[in-house]
Structure formats: C-alpha cells, structure tokens
C-alpha cells in the first residue's frame, strides 16, 4: 500500500499516466514542479474541493467509460469501490459538501457518499445526459448530451437546487465535456465527432461561453487532424489543484 499524500500548501495537481501496456496510475506532483508523487493505481482522478477524497475509475476500460468507481481517503490513504460499473459512467465531480460525488450512470444522473450510500437526483433525465460538473460557486450542475437528435443534443446548465436544466443553444457540433471556470460564470467545453457518441476522445477545438449561453468564443483551431483537444476537462477540471 501507498503512504497517505501530503499536499502542498501552495497547491497540488493530480493527473493520470497510461503506459504503453495500457497500465493506469494517478499522481499528484506540487505546483513547483517538486515532489512527482505516484498515489495509486487507476484513472479519472477527481478530487474533492476541500482535498479529503479521490475519487478515480479502477478495472475495466476506464478511458471509455466502463471503469469501476473508487474513492480514497487522502489522509490515510484507505480506498474503497464506490460501485462496480456494469454500464457507463462518463463523468463525475464532488459536490459543494466534498462529501457526494455526482455521477451518471446508465440512464440517469446519481450522488453517492464515500461510504457508498447512493440516491437519484431530482431531475428528469435522457439517457445522454453525462459528465456532470459542479459550479463551485452556487452548486449548480452543467453537463452534456450527445443524442443523436440534435434538437435534444447539446450543453445543459441546472439550477442551484439541480431540479430543473436550461438547454445552451449553441452553434457547436456535440459540444462535449463542460467544465466550471474558478468563478462559476464561464464554461469551457469541446466540440465533438456527432457520429462518436459514446467516444471519450472524440473532440477537437476548446470553446468558452457565458454559463446562459451568450458570449460564445473559440479559442483553437486545429484542422490538421492531428492536433486536438480530445475532451475539455481533460485539460481543465482533471488537472484538478488544491
């Protein structure tokens, strides 16, 4: 077993390494460059807003959804399996509390406590509603959905209370993977292959927006086919720091 991380005050970036035989980890290394540390074996990490849990994808495929969920408290370093994933799980975040993580699952968006206690939240659901996200300022939820009908597919922004979502007509094809700026105003998101549904990497340009839809800005232009940013929070949420 691996010692209990410390964390610098000055901040910790945890991240994700696949090796060439497709083996999983998750580090943490400081703000300074300093201290490149392995934490444990797995994929996805999140970490909860007040630095006590891990939350990671372990077993499986995790970077296409079908990882089981773990959770590991950073303080003693004990882990434990949140559930075992039988279906697909895209996306997840802590909560304003640090102490529910909110998933998707199958056909519905879920919170679960590190101690396993699962319960669904109150909002009528599409069975393409995934990656949620968590505004760290007022708690509301943003993810997305990549339903082949395009009437329906797109961004989604909750209220506070997450009982009832705002669809963000935007001009973007299957915009993808939303994340939260520090200031709980913006998002940055992806654009998406329409045809690649259920394809964790299938983005190519970064997009900001207003969290009401307005303001829309492209901030890359890859079209070499080569160069891309396959999700948006690969780059802005997974890189979490504390």
Known sequence: DLPPLALSP????????RSAANSYTIWAI??????????????????????????FLRGGTPLVTQGNAWVRDLGTGQESLLYSNSNYTI?????????????DWDCWLWKITPGGASS?????????????????V???????NLNPNTAIAGLYVTTPAITNEQRLNLPVPAASWPAWSPDGQLLAFADNDPSQ???A????????VNSDGSGLNQISDFTDGTNRFPRSEEHTSELQSL
Do not use: E, K, Q
């Not at 000055?10 to 390494?17: A, P």
């Not at 990497?201 to 900001?208: A, I, K, R, S, W």
């Open 10 to 17: 000055l901040g910790t970036i945890f991240y994700g390494r």
């Open 30 to 55: 400081n703000y300074d460059g300093s201290s490149d540390t392995l934490v444990t074996a797995g994929a996805r990490p999140r970490v909860s807003r007040d630095g006590h849990y891990l939350a």
């Open 91 to 103: 996306g997840y975040d802590w909560d304003l509390t640090s102490t529910n993580l909110v998933f």
């Open 120 to 136: 669904l939240l109150p909002l009528t659901t599409d069975c393409y509603d995934d990656a949620p996200v968590v505004n760290p």
């Open 138 to 144: 007022d708690g509301r939820l943003a993810f997305h």
């Open 197 to 199: 549904a259920f394809t």
């Open 201 to 208: 990497d299938g983005g190519t340009n970064l997009y900001v």
